[in-house]
C-alpha cells in the first residue's frame, strides 16, 4: 500500500485545514493510521493516532486539543482525515500520514513512529502569523 498526504498549504493563525491521507496499492481501512510532523533540523512529532479496530483515537504534542483524526470507510480510497483547528504559527511543519501494514496491532492506536512501517510523502503546512 502507498500513501498520498495532501491538503497542506499557507493558512492565516486561527485558520483550520483538513488533511487528507489516501492509500493506493490495496487498503489501509482496517490498520493503524497516525499522523505525524516534522519541522527541519528538530524530530519528529506524533500528532494523532486512529486504531484500524474500533477506531479508537490517541492525540499528543502541542496539537493535542486542537485536532480531530477520523477515518472515512465509506469511499473507495479509504482516506484518512487530520482536521485542525486555531492553527497557529508553530503548527508549521511537513505533515506525514503512516500506517502499519502488518496489521500486528489494530487495536490500540500508537504515535510510536518505529511501529509504523510505510509513509506517505509529506504535505507542508504553513501558518502565518
Known amino acids: 500500500v502507498q500513501l498520498q498526504a495532501s491538503g497542506g498549504g499557507l493558512v492565516q493563525s486561527g485558520d483550520s485545514l483538513r488533511l487528507s491521507c489516501a492509500a493506493s496499492?490495496?487498503?489501509?481501512?482496517?490498520?493503524?493510521v497516525g499522523w505525524f510532523r516534522q519541522v527541519p533540523g528538530k524530530e519528529r512529532e506524533g500528532v494523532a493516532a486512529?486504531?484500524?479496530?474500533?477506531?479508537?483515537?490517541?492525540?499528543a504534542g502541542a496539537a493535542k486539543g486542537r485536532c480531530v483524526i477520523s477515518r472515512d470507510k465509506d469511499n473507495a480510497n479509504h482516506t484518512v482525515y487530520l482536521q485542525m483547528y486555531r492553527l497557529k504559527p508553530e503548527d508549521t511543519a511537513v505533515y506525514y500520514c503512516a500506517t502499519d501494514s502488518t496489521g500486528w496491532n489494530i487495536v490500540l492506536p500508537t504515535l510510536l513512529a518505529e511501529l509504523y512501517d510505510t509513509w506517505g510523502q509529506g504535505t507542508l503546512v504553513t501558518v502565518s502569523s
Open positions: 496499492g490495496g487498503s489501509f481501512s482496517s490498520l493503524n
Open positions: 486512529i486504531a484500524g479496530r474500533e477506531g479508537k483515537r490517541y492525540y
